[in-house]
């Protein structure tokens, strides 16, 4: 099984401030995928990385995916209250989407 | 994005009865659904691959005779939780992908009294 390690396990910052979430592990993944979640909701896809080097963005989150494609990392620049939530990293064994999911990251903005 | 959808989103049923979760692509087919389970503040564990018209894969650990799968047609998967007991409240969450990106249905609250 490949593992998925995921820092910080928790972040708690101010509105405003700048926030990074790391997924490293030794094997390589076809994707990887990130994912915020709401308490007793299902996990929200964010974005899909697939090429090694890929950068994306989404407003004020930007997703790198690891030359060698086997880390990747969230930035969130002015961190909103809504930003709250459990950020996951995912990645995918195959094209039919099985998953090795992070321990998950639980981020807190305060206003 | 694509969706998923389950139903229902909570169930509370009493120990040794059995309890149905069903999935759904709303606007994908998918040949190959995944069923996971999450306990409060951790992360997603999988359980099982439905695979549309043959038998389940089950991930090391998970009983198959507890968790029966079924993937009848190719917008619908459901996870029968046999006999539950109360330590099969958890959270449960199906996904399924399109092709690109994978999707998570809203997940089911399953409380075992």
């Known amino acids: 099984t490949q593992l998925l390690e995921q820092s910080p396990q928790f972040l708690s910052i101010q509105e405003g401030e700048n926030l990074t979430v790391y997924c490293n592990s030794s094997s390589v993944f076809s994707s990887l995928q990130w994912y915020r979640q709401e308490p007793g909701e299902g996990p929200v896809l964010l974005v899909t990385?697939?090429?090694?080097?890929e950068v994306k963005k989404l407003k004020r989150l930007t997703f790198q995916f690891g030359d060698a494609r086997k880390d990747s990392s969230l930035h969130i620049t002015a961190a909103q209250p809504g930003d709250t939530g459990l950020y996951l990293c995912?990645?995918?064994?195959?094209?039919?989407?099985?998953?090795?999911f992070g321990a998950g990251t639980q981020v807190v903005v305060t206003p | 994005g694509a969706v998923v959808s389950q139903h229902p989103s909570r169930v509370i049923c009493k120990s040794g009865t059995s309890v149905k979760i069903e999935c759904r692509s709303l606007?994908?087919?998918?040949?190959?659904m995944f069923w996971y389970r999450q306990f409060p503040k951790q992360s997603l564990m999988l359980m099982a691959t439905?695979?549309?018209?043959?038998?389940?894969?089950?991930e090391q650990g998970v009983e198959k005779d507890k968790f029966l799968i079924n993937h009848a047609s190719l917008t619908l998967s459901t996870l029968t939780v046999t006999s539950a007991h109360p330590e099969d409240s958890s959270f449960y969450i199906c996904?399924?992908?399109?092709?690109?990106?994978?999707?998570f249905g809203e997940g089911s609250r399953l409380t075992v009294l």
């Open positions: 996904s399924a992908s399109p092709g690109q990106g994978v999707f």
């Open positions: 990385v697939v090429t090694g080097g």
């Open positions: 995912a990645g995918a064994y195959d094209s039919w989407g099985k998953l090795q």
């Open positions: 439905s695979n549309e018209g043959s038998k389940a894969t089950y």
């Open positions: 606007d994908f087919q998918a040949t190959t």
